[in-house]
C-alpha cells in the first residue's frame, strides 16, 4: 500500500514539474544542475554537488524555514557539521536552488551564482569486508598501496583508518596544482592519500611513478578514474563499474572480495619465475651445447652429434620441461615484486652456459683417448657417448637451477626421461638412430661426469646468488 502512495506521489511531481534544462557535471566545478519549471512564467534551478564547490556559488542560506545570508558565522557552523558527519565517514552532498524568471535558450554555467543553500545530505559508503585483509596481503607481498580519491580529505582518511592504513600527512588536488613533474614525483612517493583529486591530476600522479620506475596497477570503478586506468601498467575494475572505467581497464574483477588482488599478484609472480626458469635453462643449455661443438669441431674428423641426435635430444629435453608451467616456486621468488632483465638473463646464460661445455670437453677426451673413437668408423660410439652426457647434463640442469635451494629435494623430477635417453643407444632403435652400443665401462665414467657436473654447477650456483641475487 506505500509503495502505491510513492508511485502516486512520484507521478503528481512529474506532472507538475517539467525538466527544461541542464548544466551537466564535470571535475572541474564539480557539480550539476537541472533547470526545472512549475508555472511557464518561471524557472527553478537545482544544483547538487560537493560542499565546499556549492559553497563558493551559494550566498545565502535556508536556515529555520527562512533565508539569511550566507556570512562567516554559518560558514563555520557548517563548515563544523559538515566535518564532523566527514570524519564519521559520511560523504557530504550540497544542494542549492535558485529562482529564475523563463527564458529562452540554454542555460550555462554563469547562471551558477547566487543560489541559496537548501541543505546537505550525508551518506555512507563503508568500505568492503575484505579490504583490510587485502591491504594487508599486498603490504606483505611488497606492494605499496596510495589512495587516489576525489572524495574530502576528512572522509577518505577516516576509511583509511577504518581499514588499517595510515595515511599520513594528506595531499589535495588544489596543492599539487602549482608542483612539478619532479616535485609532484618526489610527493608521489611519499605520499599515501591524495584527495579532491581530478581525473587528470590521477593520470598524472599515476603516469609521474611510472616514470620513476614503478610498476603501477590503479583500481577504479567511476568515470573520473578511467584517465589514471589507461594511463597505469594494470588498470583494474570490478564488474558493476561504469561502462568507461570498464572499457579502459586490464582486468575485470568478478569476485566481490579484493582477495583476488593478493591472489592474483602471487599467481602472477609464480607464473613469471617458472617462465624465467624455462628461459635461463633453455639459454644455458644452448650456449653451452653451441660453445661445445665449435670446440669439438676444431679437432675432430666427424660431427660429434649428427642433426638427428640434436632433434632427438632437444625433444627429450623439452618434454622434460613439460612441468616446469606447474612447478614450485621458492617463497621468496613471490614475496617481492620481479623484473624483466635482459642483463641479468645475459650473466646467467655466460656462467651457466660453460659448466656444460666443460664436462662436454671431458667426455670429447674420453671417448677419444679411452674408447679410442678417433676415426669415422668409431663416430657411432663417440656421438653415442656424447648424445647420453648431453641429455643427461641438460635434464639435470632443470633440477639444478629451478631454485636457488639445494635441488631435488623439492623439484619434480624427469627420471623416466632420463632412463629412456640412457638406454636408447642399446634399444632396438639405437640402428635407426645411428647410435651405438656403449661399452660398461663408459657408466663409471658416466657417474663420476655428472657428479662433478651437478657439484660444480652448485658451486657456481651459491657463489653467484651471493654476487647477485637469484630472481
Not at 645411428?434 to 657463489?463: C, D, E, H, N, S
Amino acid at each position: 500500500m506505500l509503495e502505491g502512495v510513492e508511485q502516486d506521489a512520484a507521478r503528481t511531481l512529474s506532472e507538475r514539474w517539467q525538466k527544461v534544462d541542464e548544466i551537466p557535471f564535470d571535475f572541474e566545478r564539480r557539480r550539476m544542475s537541472v533547470v526545472v519549471a512549475e508555472q511557464a512564467s518561471v524557472h527553478q534551478l537545482i544544483c547538487k554537488g560537493a560542499l565546499q564547490e556549492i559553497l563558493s556559488v551559494s550566498t545565502q542560506v535556508r536556515y529555520n524555514g527562512d533565508i539569511v545570508p550566507l556570512d562567516d558565522t554559518m560558514l563555520r557552523r557548517i563548515t563544523r557539521v559538515t566535518d564532523t558527519l566527514n570524519r564519521q565517514g559520511l560523504r557530504v552532498v550540497a544542494v542549492a536552488s535558485k529562482v529564475l524568471p523563463a527564458r529562452e535558450g540554454d542555460y550555462q554555467r554563469v547562471d551558477e551564482s547566487d543560489l541559496i543553500l537548501e541543505g546537505y545530505i550525508a551518506f555512507l559508503d563503508p568500505p568492503k569486508e575484505s579490504t583490510a585483509p587485502a591491504l594487508n596481503a599486498l603490504k606483505a607481498s611488497g606492494i605499496t598501496v596510495k589512495i587516489l580519491t576525489g572524495d574530502s580529505e576528512l572522509v577518505a582518511a577516516k576509511v583509511c583508518h577504518d581499514v588499517g592504513l595510515d595515511a599520513g600527512e594528506v595531499v589535495i588536488g588544489s596543492e599539487i596544482e602549482t608542483l612539478s613533474d619532479d616535485e609532484l614525483a618526489r610527493l608521489a612517493r611519499q605520499t599515501t592519500l591524495f584527495a579532491r583529486l581530478t581525473p587528470m591530476h590521477k593520470e598524472r600522479i599515476v603516469t609521474l611513478l611510472k616514470r620513476e620506475g614503478h610498476v603501477v596497477g590503479f583500481m577504479g570503478d567511476g568515470i573520473n578514474d578511467a584517465p589514471a586506468l589507461r594511463a597505469a601498467d594494470i588498470g583494474i575494475s570490478v564488474d558493476g563499474a561504469v561502462d568507461i572505467a570498464r572499457e579502459a581497464a586490464d582486468i575485470i574483477l568478478l569476485e566481490k572480495s579484493l582477495m583476488v588482488l593478493e591472489e592474483g599478484v602471487i599467481e602472477g609472480r609464480r607464473t613469471f619465475a617458472n617462465m624465467l626458469k624455462y628461459i635461463k635453462m633453455t639459454a644455458s643449455s644452448n650456449f653451452g651445447n653451441v660453445f661445445s661443438v665449435l670446440v669439438a669441431s676444431a679437432f675432430l674428423p666427424f660431427l660429434p652429434m649428427l642433426p638427428l641426435h640434436l632433434l632427438i635430444q632437444n625433444l627429450l629435453y623439452d618434454v622434460s620441461q613439460v612441468a616446469i608451467p606447474f612447478d614450485n616456486v621458492d617463497d621468496e621468488q613471490i614475496q617481492t615484486p620481479q623484473r624483466w632483465n635482459p642483463v641479468d638473463l645475459g650473466r646467467f646464460m655466460l656462467f651457466f652456459g660453460p659448466i656444460s661445455s666443460i664436462f662436454d670437453i671431458l667426455t670429447f677426451c674420453l671417448m677419444w683417448f679411452v674408447f679410442h673413437a678417433t676415426t669415422p668408423e668409431h663416430q657411432a660410439l663417440f656421438q653415442s657417448g656424447w648424445f647420453v652426457v648431453g641429455l643427461l647434463s641438460q635434464t639435470l640442469i632443470v633440477h639444478m637451477i629451478r631454485t636457488r635451494r639445494i635441488p631435488f629435494i623439492q623439484s619434480r623430477a624427469a627420471w623416466p626421461l632420463m632412463v629412456m635417453g640412457t638406454a636408447l643407444p642399446l634399444s632396438p632403435l639405437a640402428g635407426y638412430l645411428q647410435l651405438q652400443a656403449l661399452p660398461l665401462t663408459y657408466f663409471p665414467w658416466l657417474v663420476a661426469i655428472l657428479a662433478g657436473y651437478m657439484t660444480l654447477t652448485q658451486r657456481v650456483k651459491g657463489f653467484y646468488r651471493r654476487r647477485y641475487g637469484w630472481q
